[in-house]
């Protein structure tokens, strides 16, 4: 038996971050909980260049998703099962979210959550290489602007200059609706990834009231309804039960004020679910006790699904790269049609890739090669919403996973990728890429025709990893929404939650920052109004 203070599941974005801040009070007793294993010292892990070694690895839970009726039913959603979570894991892009996004989530009931509160905490968590008041230079997270190395890079925005995207700076204080540039990642100058892990736990390890556990998977949370406890709003979460070793025998952890939940926008509603908090009638397929009927729970599933067109290059791609994903390109292509109903944001971004990317592409059938760079439009508002559900009601199951991609009644979402698809197209036949841009691999200059393209995205579109939604915060009286604007779990006490899950709606751009940024404020909010025991 193990008893803190505070015990934070997961240690990915967000929740080491939680974790870093709560135990800046040395008062208080912090533990951070991680599944997987530590980073420290992993080179595979901590040099950002070899990110993509890690997809599908022995560092991911490589979750696949359920059948799609109008998507990709071979992709898989890859999680990052270690300290840092998907920030240790995936590149490491890093945009502040546009100052309408988070106004946009308080006018969806999560009171408090704005442009004003927000940017504040992006400034303090960051230190950043980039010029501008608003930045910060003294937070833990590091931010560099990646320089012009890639020439066929370089071509390519000149060829965006051609096409009428101008080259702009990101994490401006403006929004960019059309532009181009190189990223900002988070990124240390010795090529380290700035993951939560590296900039918010690393440094703290030797700190006498925290305490790191790894390789400490939680099955459940452990709630209580005893007179002694102050369960005026329901159940209070005491603790969770963990399995550390390889024989599933489980040990109680205890937590004396909360239980913070940052399992990710996948396995925090999978948690939820199998501790008796979730729809009734789905718990009760699986045999669970309903704690709480909370029919939100594992809704709202959000992502940024991404189509792919790649040619062969006539020169030499780098051999050298900070990240290999280096560029984003925005634009709002359906602007004036009456389909847009975020003015003010782009609908489409892509990303640049310099090396092959045919995971999606060789299986049907779609010529390759090994000198090649890739655009990947995305859909930065995506209007198809999914689900996570139970697959049993044992936790070592992966849950079921379906984002039911391209399935919006509108048709918005194909009508971008499509758009996007006809966009990469004229920016490679721009006269600054006639050096670079050889034969179209995928789709093919044959595929030519709405029809053709919204057929070969439906086959072959990846995703950029960024699913949210899922446990959304939202007003007291919104019965979809699990959560209150202060992140509190309705309907028991002492349990909160703090990811992308927490996201009313994804953020228009990569959404890694901003799910720190939540970690940032979560703890701000505990620390504002702590949750205790009775007579505490």
């Not at 015990?7 to 709560?22: C, Q, Y």
């Not at 931010?143 to 890079?153: F, N, Q, S, V």
């Not at 090529?191 to 400490?216: C, K, M, Q, W």
């Not at 729809?279 to 809704?299: R, T, Y």
Request: aromatic share 6%; with cysteine.
């Amino acid at each position: 038996m193990k008893s803190f203070d505070y015990v934070v599941v997961g240690g990915g974005s967000a929740g080491a971050a939680v974790a870093a801040r709560l135990s800046e009070n040395p008062e208080m007793s912090v533990a951070l909980l991680e599944a997987g294993p530590t980073d420290v010292d992993n080179e595979q892990i901590l040099q950002l260049n070899r990110w993509m070694e890690l997809l599908e690895s022995g560092y991911d839970w490589d979750y696949p998703i359920e059948p799609q009726s109008n998507g990709n039913s071979f992709m898989r959603h890859a999680r990052a099962k270690v300290l840092g979570g998907c920030s240790s894991h995936n590149s490491c892009i890093a945009f502040w979210p546009p100052k309408e996004d988070m106004d946009e989530w308080e006018a969806m009931g999560a009171t408090g959550w704005n442009a004003d509160t927000a940017w504040p905490l992006l400034k303090r968590l960051e230190t950043n290489d980039a010029a501008g008041d608003h930045h910060g230079a003294e937070g833990p997270v590091h931010l560099m602007t990646i320089p012009p190395e890639d020439p066929c890079g370089v071509a390519l925005l000149d060829a965006c200059e051609q096409t009428g995207i101008p080259r702009v700076k990101f994490n401006s204080g403006s929004t960019v609706v059309t532009g181009a540039n190189f990223f900002q990642i988070n990124r240390r100058a010795d090529g380290t990834r700035a993951s939560s892990s590296v900039s918010y736990i690393h440094p703290i390890l030797e700190r006498e009231n925290f305490t790191l556990l790894t390789d400490t998977w939680v099955r459940r949370i452990l709630f209580s309804t005893d007179s002694g406890q102050d369960h005026t709003g329901g159940p209070r979460a005491t603790g969770v039960e963990v399995v550390d070793n390889a024989f599933g025998r489980p040990s109680v952890i205890t937590a004396n004020k909360e239980v913070i939940v940052s399992a990710g926008a996948i396995d925090s509603p999978k948690l939820l679910m199998l501790s008796g908090i979730g729809p009734a009638e789905h718990l009760a397929e699986h045999g669970i006790e309903v704690l709480v009927n909370s029919p939100g729970v594992g809704e709202n599933l959000q992502d940024h699904p991404e189509a792919v067109i790649a040619w062969e290059a006539a020169q030499p791609m780098v051999e050298q790269s900070y990240q290999w994903w280096e560029i984003g390109i925005f634009a709002d292509t359906l602007e004036g049609t009456g389909s847009s109903d975020r003015p003010g944001r782009p609908d489409l971004m892509m990303h640049y890739g310099s090396v092959p990317f045919d995971m999606h592409t060789l299986r049907q059938g779609y010529p390759t090669s090994t000198n090649t760079f890739c655009l990947t439009p995305n859909i930065t508002h995506a209007k198809s919403r999914g689900t996570v559900r139970l697959r049993s009601r044992d936790y070592r199951d992966k849950p079921k996973v379906d984002p039911r991609y391209f399935t919006d009644a509108e048709g918005h979402d194909m009508r971008v990728a499509v758009a996007g698809i006809k966009l990469a197209r004229e920016i490679a036949a721009q006269p600054a890429m006639a050096e670079w841009a050889g034969e179209e691999l995928y789709p093919g200059k044959d595929v030519v025709t709405d029809e053709e393209i919204a057929d070969y995205v439906s086959r072959t579109h990846n995703t950029v990893y960024h699913p949210a939604g899922t446990v959304r915060m939202g007003s007291e009286d919104d019965a979809m929404s699990p959560l209150t604007p202060d992140l509190k779990v309705k309907g028991v006490t002492g349990l909160r939650v703090a990811d992308a899950s927490v996201m009313p709606e994804l953020t228009t751009v990569n959404p890694n920052i901003t799910t720190m940024m939540i970690g940032e404020r979560c703890a701000d909010l505990v620390r504002t109004h702590p949750k205790t025991v009775a007579g505490d």
